[in-house]
Nanobody
Framework: VQLQASGGGLVQVGDSLRLSCAAS????????MGWFRQAPGKEREFVAA????????YVADSVKGRFIISRDNAKNTMDLQMNSLKPEDTAVYYC????????????????????WGQGTQVTVSS
């Protein structure tokens, strides 16, 4: 599975941004996926996860009510809609995939994901 994240950029406080992750590989739609972020000098942080079918999601408390994760298996894509952005959302955002077939387990540890995209920078300016 190969992952390509896109959609990052420089925005103002309160703006919205939509990240997308394109997955390739014939089994990619069978795997759970997630978004993580890493700010300078900080550890990689869980943001959101979605199961293989899109029927189950989990969002970190720090972004709950502002970020929405979704996926389109027909297009092999996963999105992260980010609303009401804050300066503390500034980070490199990574998409990831967990190589377990048809699982509903949504891990929050980066160690449990097997495939990673290259990251896309999100900067929220005040």
């Amino acid at each position: 599975v190969q992952l390509q994240a896109s959609g990052g950029g420089l925005v103002q406080v309160g703006d919205s941004l939509r990240l997308s992750c394109a997955a390739s590989g014939r089994t990619s739609s069978s795997f759970n996926m997630g978004w993580f972020r890493q700010a300078p000098g900080k550890e990689r942080e869980f943001v959101a996860a979605i199961n293989w079918s899109g029927s189950s999601t989990y969002v970190a408390d720090s972004v709950k009510g502002r970020f929405i994760i979704s996926r389109d298996n027909a297009k092999n894509t996963m999105d992260l809609q980010m609303n009401s952005l804050k300066p503390e959302d500034t980070a490199v955002y990574y998409c990831a995939s967990r190589g377990r077939y048809y699982s509903d387990y949504l891990p929050r540890s980066s160690l449990e994901y097997d495939y990673w995209g290259q990251g896309t920078q999100v900067t929220v300016s005040s």
